[in-house]
């Protein structure tokens, strides 16, 4: 099974803060790899697909990259609107998620 | 725009099954692939299977011996069931388009619990 590693578990920023947050695959997914964000309450949606690709709708302020086993989400000026748990998916072998990177306001 | 309900039981008894429904409208069953996923309590989130739009199906092994997914495509439904449930399989449990999960319904929540 892979598995994948999400840090920090836990990340506090102010607004206007550029925000990064990785994921690591115990071995090559491929870019294989979604971001989804879930706020309290709601369903995950999915912000990020195949590593890089923004989703429809999506503010652009969001963005991944990432290969082989290293990925990352970047949110180049977090809005308050962005507090939530981010979740890291790769479908390459079987299908894992991270534990996820709670992101709240400093 | 496709959409995805999920609807069952919020309560079940350890050692009984679980059973829930994802209604889908806006988007025929008979295409892509649909799953369900569920988030335990501390986060954790669990790929549990799908079933491709031939019918096949593709389950977690953790969960092999226990889960079936199965579809009516008359009523663009498809179905969960997980057997011999525990206190362990209490979670929010999501409905999802897509291998890649592209879509979720909103989820609902399932307590095991005498």
């Known amino acids: 099974d892979i598995q994948m590693t999400q840090s920090p578990s836990l990340l506090s920023a102010s607004v206007g803060d550029r925000v990064t947050l990785n994921c690591k695959a115990s071995q090559n997914i491929n870019k294989n790899l979604n971001w989804y964000q879930q706020k309290l309450g709601e369903a995950p949606k999915l912000l990020i697909y195949y590593t890089n690709n923004l989703q429809t709708g999506i503010p652009s302020r969001f963005s991944g990259s990432g290969s082989g086993t290293d990925y990352t989400l970047t949110i180049s000026s977090l809005q308050p609107e962005d507090v939530a748990t981010y979740y890291c998916y790769q479908y390459n072998s079987g299908y894992t998620f991270g534990a996820g990177t709670k992101l709240e306001l400093k | 725009e496709v959409q995805l309900q999920e609807s069952g039981p919020g309560l079940v008894k350890p050692s009984q099954s679980l059973s829930l429904t994802c209604s889908v409208t806006g988007y025929s069953i008979t295409s892509n692939y649909w799953g369900w996923i569920r988030k335990f309590p501390g986060n954790k989130m669990e790929w549990m299977g799908y079933i491709s739009y031939s019918g096949s199906t593709s389950y977690n092994p953790s969960l092999k011996s226990r889960i079936s997914i199965t579809r009516d495509t008359s009523k663009n439904q498809f179905f969960l069931q997980l057997n011999s449930v525990t206190t362990e399989d209490t979670a929010t449990y999501y409905c999802?388009?897509?291998?890649?999960?592209?879509?979720w319904g909103q989820g609902v929540m399932v307590t095991v619990s005498s």
């Open positions: 999802a388009r897509g291998i890649t999960i592209a879509v």
